[in-house]
């Protein structure tokens, strides 16, 4: 696990980037642009929202003098939703501002020309709004109802399978692959236990070290994170109204609080074997694409005795990709695999109802019937299947392309 750096606070989250193992200089390269691309999509939002804005105008004023006289409301909305996008741009150069010199081992040089910011994708920007609305679940008072649904049964399991009275929680390793904004992740550092974050997306690990190491006092910053919905609204203004976040001091931490954030494809980063006493997986295992490959890599990591603990949907990423390996399995087959590897469960839900970056005024809402499990991998290894899968471990997983944000699925 990466130590704390002496530069950082040690409240603070830590931020190392894993190579990947297979990188020649074309790697390389292609990492560097990726790197920029993400930059060139936070630096562009503004101009993304000012072109919706022109074209929700234009519509406008296609209406009859007639029709457009019953609407005195609707020009100073659209004037609202820009004032609005030009305050989220302010927070997105604050956290661009913050992400370019931010892991310890990694530097992406300067763009090839310092002068352009290449126009950017609408996959790259339905990607920067799902971050923003991230903000929502993870750091805001607004998303304390759908965080209580989500990492609050996990965080009870942890504390309930290594209670604080009973072992040295400092020397319970827990990982959370798929970390998002690390909300999770901080709270069970919050609890003593050394916990680690992966995490593959750039929107995420910008933001996520933005606010983890550079907020401080808790609901001074603002976001409006729900402009880019023009539909299902009842009232103009709850597509203007904004979250304030962080609703706590990310900077909290108790002192020796073993806590850090590490970058890149959780299937590449995580190789050493028997590890961790917990990996706890939160809406993650479908973004696979093929999720026996979490399996392997979460059986071969944990320790004899450790414990995985998912809380999800299957809503696979890789789903209608083209050129893009996607298994859909069910959670039946998922379960059946599982029990071949030789996890034994020992807690499961097939029913908890929870939503993802919800938002609350809308008329649309959409509601996750989750999957729960705790399966334990069990501390003396005793039969055929295991050897079976240790041995697939070793063989070279399914083709599949670069991983870069490669999914357009938002959850
Ligand atoms: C649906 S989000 C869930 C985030 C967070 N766990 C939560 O519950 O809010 C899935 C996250 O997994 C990340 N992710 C997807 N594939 C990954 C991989 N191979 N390695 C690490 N992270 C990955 C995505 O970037 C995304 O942030």
Known sequence: MAEPSAKEPLTGAHFHKERKKYSPEEEAKLERQHFWRIIDAFRSYRFHVQEQVKRAERQFYSLSQRHQT???????????????????????EAIVHNSLHMFENVE?????????????????MDKLKSTI?????????????????CYKPIIQEIQRLFPSDQCDVSKVSVLIPGAGLGRLAWEIARLG????????????LFS????????????????????????NNKKSSDQTRPIRFPDVNPQSLPLNTDFSMVAGDFVEVYSEPECWDCV???????????????????W?????????????PLLYHFENIANELSIELSYEDIRTAMLK???????????????????????????????????????????????????????????????????????
């Open 300 to 312: 071969k990591i944990l320790k004899p005795g450790g414990v995985w603990i998912n809380l999800g």
């Open 280 to 298: 706890a997986t939160c809406f993650f295992i479908d973004t696979a694409n093929n999720v026996l490959e979490y399996v392997d890599t979460i």
């Open 193 to 204: 236990y050394a916990c680690q974050g992966n995490e593959w997306s750039f929107f995420m």
């Open 108 to 124: 992406y040089g300067e763009r090839e020309d310092p002068r352009k910011t290449r126009p950017s994708s609408t996959f790259d």
């Open 70 to 92: 019953m609407l005195p409301g609707v020009l100073a909305n659209l004037g609202r939703i820009m004032q609005c996008a030009e305050h989220n741009q302010d927070v997105l």
């Open 133 to 149: 609305k991230q903000f929502v679940r993870d750091w805001s008072e607004v998303g304390k109802a759908e965080r209580d649904t």
């Open 341 to 411: 590897y030789g996890f034994i469960f020992e807690a499961e839900k097939e029913s908890l109802q929870t939503t993802y970056t919800e938002n609350d005024c809308s008329m649309l809402r959409y509601v996750y019937d989750c999957i729960f499990f705790v399966a334990r991998k069990p501390a003396e290894l005793q039969f055929n299947g295991v050897e079976e899968a240790e041995q697939q471990l070793n063989s070279p997983p399914a083709a599949k392309s670069s991983r870069r944000e490669g999914s357009n699925r938002l959850t």
């Open 208 to 231: 996520s070290n933005f606010v983890l190491n550079r907020c401080e006092t808790e609901n001074t910053l603002t976001l409006y994170p729900w402009i880019h919905q023009f539909s």
